[in-house]
Structures are given as structure tokens and as C-alpha cells.
């Protein structure tokens, strides 16, 4: 059969590997496709490295509207990011009735619904498996895999980089600076790694899950977004001693009357196999109610795990290019007339579990204090721990696992506790998720 | 849109849960599919129940075939399992040009090719989801999430009983036969266990998993297969001494020159996240050349998992029931007349580290004489444990871990051992995969 033609816009990391895997599998590829899927033209701002890399089998040109206006290519992968030139890459490619492929979180949790609703308009496919979790099939599991069930939320540790982080924090016992320093120096962390530590990049990952578990919009703009700057190595070993690891997850929980779509440090039980997934690999835990709960694995970047994404989207869209659109998976799982309303709950209707980590002078009386301002907010108690005073100190930690209550009513608790003269400074507080 | 009509055969556990779940999510659903999907008649031996399950809202008969023939239904759902009247129903299913969804792993592994030819030239479709691993959508993953990919080997915990068994075996130190009461007691082994125990169900479902890894035909009468049932609790104990966990595993491996397809307990690193998969869960892991390792985990059994399985499949069947047989996938995830012709491996041809426990007089030479026969075997020892004779006992337990061999040469080792005077009894040999 005849091939199809894909023209591939950027040609870095992932852009790379899904050149090198596509021409490595190419024969595989096409077993399973049909057709052969080639890449007949790139463009990237670098031409003489692209020119090297090709190696004469692929026209190179510095400019994406020539592929992108080109009539004799199909798909479009569209692999440069950000929100600019990305954008306008993305849009006049379906404006062309092409189909896309992008690994562009980012720009899907900002303007997915611009896009997707032109793509609908259009009659064209866009895919984006790879603009989460790298190379774990997740959307795939979600849109498809999962359909029987009412979805009741999905909880995932979506971004390697914190991961790395956190598990050497633990594993040596060392600062959030220190390790960030290491991550930088082995380049799981980039130079301006902000994106990363202060969470925005899970919560690009968390509002497309949030989309296509509950068939509702991408609002990136309702996420609450917590990083893990603040982490400090104690906390890690409390938890520890309590049962429980801290990871950050991206969250989006279906309850009765909206969707929790949230980013932040967590608790959870050491047991979970979520919480043990190290360094900086990636999974999901998903729940439904029919399935119960499932977990997906994997690694959430890299050159040719995130090409694993793009091409197995590559070979989707090339299977349905020419079929009728009824035919094809809705792009936020639900059929585009039948999506929900529910709205993104404010984070003060979230309701969590929460670590606190408080500081007291070591003085009858205050831990009755402490325990009757969460007893007024109806919060109960799981566990405490309580680390004596060193000797010549006068102010103990004491930890606090609370059962699952309102964010509000946490907050005015932990106001409370705030304005204790026993209590010094400031109460750290840690949700913390069952996840059962 | 018309909704999709669906005659589900056999109603007992999972034909219930898919009964249940279709209706309770059925508005969910829809939104999904695009089409209501509703089952407009049920065949089932217990008319009297299916009756009282259906409550009017089906047709319902105890002849299979009055569905199969009956032209208002589109896809037939068959969940009475066996090889006899279940392939009948299969087949004339799909001479009548229906599509088929079945759970069925026993029908397939045996007869998959027969099959999977008829649909193929009946244009029409055979989905299979719920056949392995219950609610986890492996087959999804394997044949869409990773075409990227060169699959270089799955393994997988992929029966919930055994997996049982040998977690309280674990835990609680007990005996196999004690164990397997128990899991009678509590319903997570059958009254006759033989299929699960001995091995059989996980290799129909690894026969699966391998022709869809490697687009092989599924060749059931090639694989080797070993159960639990001779498993001591001192194996278990000892193999955690070494920091590893027995767990039976279905693999399908390409190698260079075949495919190895094999069931049998199996010494797994306890840090693996598919060693930390307990009960009656299920996981598979998948490694493909470009995605790298990746992880599959939740319940493989029961009747709302599977039918969470079994509704995936019918939501893919209704969006394609009208579409061009090049817009869907192939059944083995490879174009029909693109298969491969690698065969499956003879056992002796097969490579895997071993685990050896020898029983062996307690007197100066015997380890020296059996680290000659490993080493003219040309096998590498990777680690070793004795537990010295207790008093007044004159026998000590050698456990040896090997490195990787070909296992006709471990075959030709074992034997020289127990030729030894000094070995009483049987090696005991348990194979040892690093899963890397």
C-alpha cells in the first residue's frame, strides 16, 4: 500500500528518537500498520544538524509552513513545543485538513479546546499520547481501555524530574538543594528547571487526564499547583516513620458535585506500588468502578520512550486517516455533543488527608490545644508522633496524620494552631492520599 | 444514533458483571461510543435466573443460537467458556457475519488460528481484551500502545490464584496443600484447581500475549508449562534470603533464532514492582526496544474487572462495526499476511538463570565436585547460600543461584549432581528471570 507522509516539525530529543526508532522498526511498523509511515520532510531551525541527521532520506527546510502547506504530507508531528510557533503550527495544519501528532502538553492543557474543536470542525485527528507520561500508553488506557467505567480518579506521578528528586532526598537523606544540584549535573533536570519543581509541568500532564477521565474541558487555568521547593528531608523521614512516602502527584478525582484537579507533594502508603516507583520513572494508578483500581508504568521521558508515543499515535491515525470521523475515538474520550459540565472544584472544596508538622514548646497542655482546634473543625485524628526535645531544646515536632477532611476546614485549623503561643513559626502541612 | 445490538451468551460471573456495568454506566457509555450499546437478548442454560438477572429488559432463550442466527444482533458476546458449544458459537457467529466478543483465552489459545482466519475473511471482528489479565487492558497496550516497538519480551503474574497461593505462602510460611484449602475456602481457587495450579490457564494466556507480541500464530501445544504445585515454603524462604520472590510467570521472549513461551514459578529481584504484586492481582511487564520496560497492574479476575474488559471491547467493535477492514486493527496486532514465521523454541533451547537446591551430605568435597559439573557446563555461579546441617543431621541445604544458561545444559548439570553420592534425592531447580 501506498506510504503515508509525515512531515515532523523539530528535531531535538524526541524529535530524534522518533526519527531513529521509526526507520530502526520501519519494517515492524508497517507489519503492523499496513502501510509504510514515512517521514518525508522535517523542519527545524538547526538545518545542517537535521541535514546530518537525515542523511538526504527526508527534505530539510528551516521552515514549518512548508510542511505544514504542504499538500503531498498527511500528518503532522509537531514536536518544537511551547505556545507560539507550536500553535500556529498546530492550527493551520488542521486549517490544511492534516492530522497531528504532538507531544505538546503544554499547549493542549492551554488551548486544547481551541484545538480540538477546530479539529472536530475539520475532520481531522489530534493525537497527543505522548504529552503524558512519555512512553506509558496511558491515554490509550483511559479513552479506551477503561470506557466501561465511570472513571473515579486518576493519580499519577507525571514528571520524572521531581521523582528523581524526591527518591535521592530519600534514599540520602539529603536537601531539595543538593539534590537539585545532582539532578541538574546528570541532566535529569534542566538549567531553569522551574517547570518541573514547581509542579506546573504535572499539572499540564493532570488537565489532560482530568479531560479525558471525565469528558469535561482542559482547564490548566483551575488546577491547583504545588511544587516541591518546600520539601525538606525531614518531612521525607517522618513520613517515613509513619507508614508512608512522599510523592507528587497529579490528581483529578470525579465527587458528586464537581472535579478535583490538583498538583501538590503527597503522602501515601508506603505499600502502594505508586510508591514505589523510583528515580525518574513514571506510573498512574487509575480508579474505576467496574475495573477497581489499575496502574500504569513507565518511563515518563526520554528520546525514544516518548517516540514510542508519537509512533504508536502515528500508527492510529494512519489506520483511521480516511475513515469517517464516527469511527474514530473522540479526542477527549467523550463524543464532543456529550461532554460534561461538572465544573473544576476551588481548592478549598478538595478534601484530603493531611500531614502536620508542628513545632511546640514542650508545655502541658498543648498538645489539648492542638488536638480541640482540629476536634472544632470535625477533624479526627489517624496517628502522631511526637519527637521529644533534644537536650538544651525546648521545642518538640510533633506530626499529626489527619483522616480526610475539607481543605477549608484544615486551613482555618492550621490558622489556629498558628496563633498558639506554643506553636513556633509555621505549621507544615502535607496532604495525604489512601489512594484505595 | 440506532444503538448497537448484543446478544450476550452465558450470564453467569463475568456475563453478570457485563450485564450489570452495561447497564449501570449505559448514559457514560454512550457518551463514549457515540451509539447506546444494549444487550437486546440473552442465552443462557439457567432460563428461570437469567430471567430474574434481565428483569424484562431482554429476550431471553437457553439456545445460544436462536442469538447467533437472529440477524437483528450485531455483535455476539460469548462468556460460557469451554472448546465445544462456545467454538460453534464463535464460528457461526461469524459465518453470520457478526462480530464477536469473548473472554474466552482456552478457545482462543487452541483454535485462535482457525478463528482468527474466518473473521479475517468474514470482515468482521474478534476482540479478546478480557481473555487475559481480566480489567487490565494489556491487549490494548501490546497491540496499540507499543507498535512502536520491537517487543523483546512480556512476563507476566497473569493468574489471580496462583498468585494468591503463593503470597500466603509467603507471608505465613505455610505449606502449598494448606494454602490451597484456604484459597478454596475463600473462593479464590476453584473446587477442581487443576488448570490454575498446574499452570494452564496462565499459558493459555501467554500464548496470547506472545502472538500479539511477536505477530506469531498462537501455538498453545508449543508451550512449556510448569504449575506451583510442587513448591515448598523452605524454596520461598530461602529464594527471600537472596533477595528474590517465586512468582509463576507467563513469558513470550524473542530471541534471535525463535520465541520462547513458557509458564513456571520463577525467582524474581523482590525490589521488581512485579514482584510486589500480591493476592489475586495480576500485572505484566513488557519491554520493547524503543518504551524501554513498562508495567501493567490490577485485577485479574471477577466479575465487574473482566467485564470492564469485555465493555472496552464491545465500545471498539460499535465505533468500527461499519467501518473498512484496513481501518482496524488486526486481530494479532500484525496485517494477516504479514505474520512471522518464527517458531517457538524447543525447552532445551531456552535460556534463564537457575535457582538449585541440593540436599548434600555434610563432608569435605561435595562442593568442589558440584562447582566442576556446573563449570563444565559452562555455568557461571551468581551467589550461594548453605544452611548447615541442624544437629544430629548429617545433610546440609546447598542453594546455588546461576547466571543465564541454555537450559539443556542446566538439564545436563542437575543430572551429573544427582548421579553424586553425596546428593540425596532430587535437585530441586526453579528458573530465575532479572526482568531487566
Known sequence: MKPINVGLIGIGTVGGGTWTVLNRNAEEITRRAGRPIRITAVADRDVELTKKITAGAARVTDDPFALVNDPEIDIIVELIGGYTVAKDVVMQSIANGKHVVTANKALLALHGTEIFTAAQEKGVMVAFEAAVAGGIPIIKALREGLTANRIEWAAGIINGTTNFILSEMRDKGLSFDDVLKEAQRLGYAEADPTFDIEGVDAAHKATLISAIAFGIPVQFDKAYIEGITKLEASDIKYAEQLGYRIKLLGIAKRRSNGVELRVHPTLIPAKRLLANVEGAMNAVMVKGDAVGTTLYYGKGAGAEPTASSVIADLVDVTRLATADAAHRVPHLAFQPDAMSTLPILPMSEVETGNYLRLRVEDRPGVLADVTRILADQGISIDAMLQREPAEGEGEA??????????????????????????????????RLEELQ
Request: glycine content about 2%; overall charge positive.
Open 397 to 430: 515536632d510533633i506530626i499529626i496524620l489527619t483522616h480526610v477532611c475539607k481543605e477549608s476546614c484544615a486551613d482555618t485549623a492550621i490558622a489556629r494552631i498558628e496563633a498558639l503561643p506554643a506553636q513556633k513559626g509555621k505549621v507544615k502541612r502535607i
